[in-house]
T-cell receptor, first 110, second 114 residues
Framework: KNEVEQSPQNLTAQEGEFITINCSYSVGISALHWLQQHPGGGIVSLFMLSSGKKKHGRLIATINIQEKHSSLHITASHPRDSAVYICAVKGGTSYGKLTFGQGTILTVHP | DTGVSQDPRHKITKRGQNVTFRCDPISEHNRLYWYRQTLGQGPEFLTYFQNEAQLEKSRLLSDRFSAERPKGSFSTLEIQRTEQGDSAMYLC????????????FGPGTRLTVL
């Protein structure tokens, strides 16, 4: 079993729909990242959080440390949101290296 | 500052050749990481520097792989005697330990070994 599991692996939505991507992890962590990767490879950090909830524009990230679970929500989805979304965790005793989930491929149709 | 940069962006090589990649982190960042990503998978940790010291290496990093960060600024990753299984995207990230330690990623170097 991977240390970081994401669901779903693939997600297709219509423009305007509310989207949720889930991440579960099995190790103790000091922080969790949500990352976005477009075709071509570049990775952009969306959020880094260690507790509670963060919001940026139409994106919301939540984390429940006790349940070892995080969610990324996209409100009013748009075709430009189509990308791979990756959850990554930083272990509490590591030097900061990230352990990644396998990613969720999101496609938003107009 | 324009963020983390990597060079080259693409590299095609023949099996058995040596390749070297470069990463320039955000200028004040003291931590630098190398990750490898194969098609359809999330990235995997390879190695990590704090300033010029290489503090951790993954067991994925065979003897054919070597990384340096000679002056605590840019870093190089060399792969000797490349194999087809080395084909992947090689990602570099940097962070400021002592700050938020949030990692910022470069655009990656895509390696294809023929």
């Amino acid at each position: 079993k991977n240390e970081v599991e994401q669901s779903p692996q693939n997600l297709t939505a219509q423009e305007g729909e509310f989207i949720t991507i889930n991440c579960s992890y099995s190790v103790g962590i000091s922080a969790l990242h949500w990352l976005q990767q477009h075709p071509g490879g570049g990775i952009v950090s969306l959020f880094m959080l260690s507790s509670g909830k963060k919001k940026h524009g139409r994106l919301i990230a939540t984390i429940n440390i006790q349940e070892k679970h995080s969610s990324l929500h996209i409100t009013a989805s748009h075709p430009r949101d189509s990308a791979v979304y990756i959850c990554a965790v930083k272990g509490g005793t590591s030097y900061g290296k990230l352990t990644f989930g396998q990613g969720t491929i999101l496609t938003v149709h107009p | 500052d324009t963020g983390v940069s990597q060079d080259p962006r693409h590299k095609i090589t023949k099996r058995g050749q040596n390749v070297t990649f470069r990463c320039d982190p955000i200028s004040e960042h003291n931590r630098l990481y190398w990750y490898r990503q194969t098609l359809g998978q999330g990235p995997e940790f390879l190695t990590y520097f704090q300033n010029e010291a290489q503090l951790e290496k993954s067991r994925l990093l065979s003897d054919r792989f070597s990384a340096e960060r000679p002056k605590g600024s840019f870093s190089t990753l060399e792969i000797q005697r490349t194999e087809q299984g080395d084909s992947a995207m090689y990602l570099c990230a940097s962070s400021l330990w002592g700050g938020t330690d949030e990692q910022f990623f470069g655009p990656g170097t895509r390696l294809t070994v023929l």
